[in-house]
């Protein structure tokens, strides 16, 4: 699957970053790209329990292809979770249960933050794109 | 000024850690363990393990022995009368449920548990899902602003309708010891039986069952820096009596048929099936080891350590302390940051902190916050390892600010 440019410059971007101290401000930034849900969509049945923080994930399907919204009020999670939506934007169910986001988060030097003894977060996000990716 | 630990050499994995680029401040969720209980494993497997209270055999009159004389030395840390007193579980939590479906037989609907509002999970749900069972009336004593268990109001709320009170010794979020004397005393004179949950309080300092005069005291071994997989249930003789047999199997029996049994008293009737028998062996060394310490040498660096947290805190911007944390550990949240965002900076950092709920979501949802870091001390811990948490600290808001 290639990626798209959003995801290229992403990896880009975190496979040059040098240190703990650049990689949370790339995250920081990319958190702060991600496109704001309304009031409306932060409702329980998005919420993703089973993270230390808030974290809404908003799925929809249009013509077979996925398209995700998602935040957090940690900011750190946020660029996370940016660095997900880049990933799995516009794919189709089969692609999205096909693809391994363990090793998305590896390339990016951010394998780390995947490991289920984390509470940030991600993990459950993963989780429930799962879910929608095998249920649809 | 350089505050060494004398007992850091004494804990091979803090070495290790330090390799790792770790800094462990999270003794209050595990510790980390002595040379002295490594040696007792591998002694153990090494030279023959076998089952206790079974085999005629010699590895198992050796294995039984010692894991008898564990007993005893647990008996002799608490101060327990006698060794029969004392019951090996498979953790705190586990100590906690087998009170609270042993004891089950003694409530009836209308009847009253007393815990209070800083209660660790596993010291509210047990209660909490026996007062559903039963249709008890679960009160909750509320904390004073010193974020102690408000007597005043814990006074007229434990009364003749309060049949169990329980409460931990020493709060694992907010560090504070409550006032156990004049609580169970109150108790007691309702004719209310006392749980103490001493997981965190057991850790700071030597406690004497016999002068607290508690029911029951509960404590973990991962928690005293010994094996997980080992809990603690010390009781009264009266209090014993009324707990029932709660977990059924090996060696808890006396006679068994096709369609009935008949059970042994405590302790080996509410130790159902194989018990850890390595984690007691390994939690009698660590009391060895333990023992031979200067206790007022361990208590003066750990207070002194505390200080110096509370100090280093206080003095950063935008800090807030939760409650008034009196040892061990103190849990704080940074005005306008994320608890999230500062675990994962420390995390990036090498700090080895908790952040989240602690195990005591009402408590945290009752001081209006999702979460909170918590920084916590062992005797391993000395002032290098407080000035790299302050650092990360200042370098991860500087960041997030």
Known sequence: ?136 | MFQPSPWRADFPAIAALERQHQTYLDSAATTQKPQALLDALSHYYGHGAANVHRAQHLPGALATQAFETSRDKVAAWLNAADSRQIIFTHGATSALNLLAYGLEHGFNEGDEIAISALEHHANLLPWQQLARRRNLRLVILPLDEQSHIDLNQALQLIGPRTRLLAVSQLSNVLGTWQALPALLAHARAQGALTVVDGAQGVVHGRHDVQQLECDFYVFSSHKLYGPEGVGVLYGRPQALEQLLHWQFGGEMVQLADYHGASFRPAPLGFEAGTPPIAGVIGLGATLDYLASLDAHAVQAHETSLHQHLLRGLADRDGVRILGMPQSALVSFVVDGVHNADIAHLLTEQGIAVRAGHHCAMPLLKGLGLEGAIRVSLGLYNDSDDLQRFFDALDQGLELLR
Not at chain 1, 97 to 118: H, V
């Open chain 1, 1 to 136: 699957m290639s990626l798209s440019s959003e995801a290229s410059q992403a990896l880009q971007a975190f496979q040059q970053a040098r240190g703990w101290e650049q990689r949370a401000r790339l995250l920081m930034q990319w958190g702060d790209r991600l496109a704001p849900l309304d009031e409306r969509e932060k409702t329980e049945d998005n919420r993703v329990h089973g993270c230390e923080s808030l974290v809404w994930l908003v799925a929809n399907q249009q013509g077979g292809q996925w398209q995700f919204k998602a935040t957090s009020d940690a900011r750190l999670l946020k660029g996370l979770l940016a660095l997900l939506l880049v990933r799995v934007q516009g794919l189709n169910s089969a692609e999205l249960a096909k693809l391994e986001l363990g090793a998305w988060f590896t390339e990016l030097g951010l394998e780390r933050q995947l490991s289920p003894s984390r509470s940030n977060g991600l993990h459950a996000v993963l989780q429930r794109m799962a879910q929608l990716a095998s249920a649809a």
